[in-house]
């Protein structure tokens, strides 16, 4: 679906150099502390941002190259999207009805009125929470092929942001030739929606694994400092000092399960790979 191959923004105190693959069929999260590049990545990717180097290829074609029927078949949900606070819903049907030729005005009202967004009532009104989960559904309203979604749960509350899980969850496996690419500081939201998962710190990409091998495969070893040099250094990706001693981690949970026994080995998650390989050596 996207092929993205040594992307390039530079800033003044700020570098950006990506590669990275989304593939259709599938979910892919880009995660990283705030300025990492996750935004800049996705606007690059969508255009909205003019890179310096590098190709960024969607439905095999140069980004550049999209035509407006191309262009159509992306659905964009941005952190610092919104809509005019003097806009209802139905003002905003009235707009997508003019944007896109799939876009079915009945169903979209339909879904809004679901998920308790009244028809009527102006956008200045709506909680934050409101207002994620419209910028969503106007992003899944016209049946795209390309789904990119920047913190699309900010804001939510535990059952709100459960039910647009579910709906990015239905869109995917309606249709086997759509992807979607999401960011979000909620890791526990990414691992049990994404296939696979990009870390970038500083505008590189630090890690890229498939989700079901970082819960099974990846660990954190919990170590005193002289326990620390008694570690197999070959199976150690990565180590953050702690007041305790080290909190390292591998991706060869078995290993030190069988080799070391009464060792402090957790389960890992994003939360985990962020800190230790962000924050660590």
């Known amino acids: 679906m996207v092929s993205v191959r040594n992307l390039t923004k530079n800033y003044e105190d700020f570098s950006l150099n990506v590669s990275m693959d989304i593939p259709d069929g599938r979910i892919t999260g880009l995660v990283g502390k705030n300025g990492a590049g996750k935004s800049t990545t996705i606007k690059s990717v969508l255009g909205l941002i003019r890179p310096d180097g590098g190709t960024v290829r969607v439905f095999d074609k140069n980004a550049e190259e999209l035509t407006t029927k191309d262009k159509q078949k992306i659905g964009v949900a941005l952190s610092d999207s919104g809509f005019s606070a003097y806009l209802t819903v139905k003002d905003i049907a009235k707009i997508l009805e003019k944007m896109y030729d799939s876009f079915d005005r009945k169903n979209f009202l339909a879904t809004c009125r679901h998920y308790e967004l009244p028809d009527d009532k102006l956008i200045q009104k709506f909680s934050t929470g409101m207002k994620a989960k419209l910028r969503v559904l ?16 900010a804001g939510m509350d535990v059952e709100a942001r459960n039910e647009i899980l579910d709906i990015i969850r239905g869109y995917l496996t309606e249709k086997e030739d759509r992807a979607v690419l999401i960011t979000s500081h909620i890791a526990t939201d990414l691992e049990g929606l994404c296939d696979d998962i990009y870390m970038i710190h500083k505008g590189k990409i630090l890690l890229h694994e498939d989700t079901d091998v970082i819960l099974s495969d990846y660990a954190v070893i919990k170590v005193e400092d002289r326990e620390f040099q008694k570690l197999d250094q070959n199976y150690i990706i990565g180590w953050k000092k702690e007041s305790f001693g080290y909190c390292c981690l591998t991706n060869q949970k078995q290993y030190f399960i ?9 389960k890992c998650g994003i939360d985990d790979l962020i800190l230790i390989m962000t924050g660590g050596k």
């Open 258 to 266: 069988d080799n070391y026994p009464g060792m402090v080995i957790e």
């Open 138 to 153: 106007v992003a899944l309203s016209h049946d795209a092929k390309l789904l990119v979604m920047d913190e699309p749960t």
